[in-house]
């Protein structure tokens, strides 16, 4: 799916739900790593949370800190930085995403949420990317022990028709990338489906519904490289640690 010619990229996004796209450097990566870190500890001193004050990898965050501490430390003020204008603007030029979002525009279908201006507790919140903090693996909820599966689909829980642009900071193998569900996007998800969320507020949908899909998928991105998921696609799985 990489490297295509937009007439490809958008065959297999209607196919599939999804595109793979490079959009970053390795440099930029970086950037926003220090971004998160410094967003992390900024919020541990708020609340009083000293273990990760000698962390200096984002990637030896489950090393410094508790699961309750991890709770505490994670709201929605915490897990959002603002993306530089630059670097925004090189999502938008990057090869074929113009041409994807052209094509999509004339369907009514509004792209990417944080293009426009929005706001959050009367903040202005333009150009702001929320980020997660996963486990490698972790699965949200078990078969065994309830019927709701850990998966969502961002319609639900955006209110709107926006696309997503996920992007990996670190993890660059199958068992941290985003689990999706390939095909899951041509339904329309009727709300009998879904179920209440015990661990956050997205809505899920129940194992007996997931059966009429193709088994998940997890695709192995290299750095630099996002995922451009369609709004009813299928996706997650893991607890947003």
């Known amino acids: 799916m990489r490297d295509q010619k937009l007439s490809s990229k958008l065959k297999s996004f209607n196919e599939n739900g999804f595109i793979i796209l490079k959009v970053f450097t390795n440099k930029i990566i970086d950037k926003y790593k220090k ?13 009083s949370i000293k273990s990760i004050d000698s962390l200096t990898k984002l990637e030896d965050y489950f090393s410094f800190i508790s699961k309750d501490q991890h709770k505490k430390l994670m709201d929605r003020d915490t897990r959002t930085i603002k993306i530089d204008a630059s670097d925004a603007d090189l999502i938008f030029n990057t090869k074929n995403f113009k041409g994807l979002l052209n094509y999509f525009s004339d ?27 996963v486990k490698p693996s972790s699965e949200l909820l078990e078969k065994k022990t309830t019927n709701i599966a850990g998966y969502h689909s961002d319609h ?6 926006r696309f997503t642009l996920w992007i990996p900071l670190a993890g660059f193998n199958k068992k941290y990338s985003l689990k999706m569900i390939p095909g ?7 709300n009998n489906v879904t179920a209440k969320n015990p661990n956050g ?3 899920l949908l129940k194992h007996k519904y997931l ?3 193709k088994k998940p998928y997890r695709p ?10 369609h709004p009813y696609l299928i996706h997650g799985n893991a607890i947003n640690l």
């Open 184 to 190: 899951s996007h041509i339904y329309k998800h009727k």
């Open 35 to 47: 971004k998160i870190l410094k967003n992390l500890k900024k919020s541990a001193k708020q609340k």
């Open 107 to 133: 369907k009514d279908y509004e792209i990417l949420r944080n293009r426009d201006k929005w706001s959050w507790k009367g903040k202005d919140s333009k150009n702001q990317a929320g980020f997660r903090i």
């Open 156 to 161: 639900y829980n955006l209110k709107n028709f």
């Open 220 to 229: 192995n991105l290299k750095p630099g490289e996002a995922i451009l998921f």
């Open 211 to 213: 059966n009429i899909f």
């Open 201 to 203: 507020a997205a809505t």
